[in-house]
């Protein structure tokens, strides 16, 4: 079975560039998740989906990032202008859904992005 | 809203050496517990979990049982390996949402 894509594996800009960063789920995954993880510190959820519906972007810094889900499979994480805080790795992960107990999120490999 | 302190590290351990990862949660309800790891140069990638007090969950070695009494998830392993040496994180999780990590804790396993 496939895991979760991500590309590209690296970028680098220079603040107040835009950048986009796209993931690829499991197939047959309802939910998708967008996590940063800043150097020295765990995940911490930028947004989720549910199909191609937004579940939760509380912690989404929307003056700067925006995600779509289009068709419910694919996804993007754009950030336009780029600071110098958000260089870290953006971690895309998927699961089946459901909200069964101790339902598995399975992890891409993850983008690092570095702002200069 | 839930929470998730672990141990700080690094820890730095010999080879066959017994570890333990404290991990403990604050969360409404009965949430399930997980332990994913890091290893270097990899992505995240469960390790273990439990869904119900007192379960407990294993994989490739290490050990974590929920506690509900003490709201912990303590990683243990009995005899640790060269290449266990990655990051660990514990992750409190409400069904139908995204898990609640931790800062991980890093270690380190030498010959």
């Known amino acids: 079975e496939a895991g979760v894509a991500q590309s590209p594996r690296y970028k680098i800009i220079e603040k107040r560039q835009s950048v986009a960063f796209w993931c690829n789920p499991i197939?047959?995954?309802?939910?998708l998740y967008w996590y940063q993880q800043i150097l020295g510190q765990g995940p911490k959820l930028l947004i989720q989906?549910?199909?191609?519906?937004?579940?939760?972007d509380s912690q989404l810094p929307k003056d700067r990032f925006s995600a779509e889900r289009l068709k419910g499979v694919d996804s993007t994480l754009k950030i336009q202008p780029a600071k110098l805080e958000d260089s870290a790795v953006y971690l895309c992960?998927?699961?089946?859904?459901?909200?069964?107990?101790?339902?598995?999120?399975?992890f891409g490999p993850g983008t690092r992005l570095t702002v200069l | 809203g839930d929470s998730v302190t672990q141990m700080e590290g690094p820890v730095t351990l010999s080879e066959e050496a017994f570890l333990t990862i404290n991990c403990t949660y604050t969360?409404?309800?009965?949430?399930?517990l997980f332990w994913y790891v890091q290893y270097p140069g990899e992505g995240l990638q469960l390790l273990l979990k439990?869904?119900?007090?007192?379960d407990k969950g294993s994989n490739k070695g290490f050990e974590a049982t929920y506690r509900k009494e003490t709201t912990s998830f303590h990683l243990e392993k009995g005899s640790v390996q060269v290449s266990d040496s990655a990051v660990y994180f514990c992750?409190?999780?409400?069904?139908?949402?995204?898990?609640?990590f931790g800062k991980g804790t890093t270690l380190s396993v030498s010959s």
């Open positions: 992960a998927s699961s089946l859904g459901s909200s069964k107990v101790g339902n598995e999120q399975f």
């Open positions: 197939s047959g995954h309802a939910t």
């Open positions: 989906f549910q199909n191609n519906g937004v579940v939760d």
């Open positions: 969360a409404t309800g009965y949430p399930s």
């Open positions: 439990a869904t119900k007090a007192d």
């Open positions: 992750a409190p999780n409400q069904a139908g949402t995204a898990l609640i």
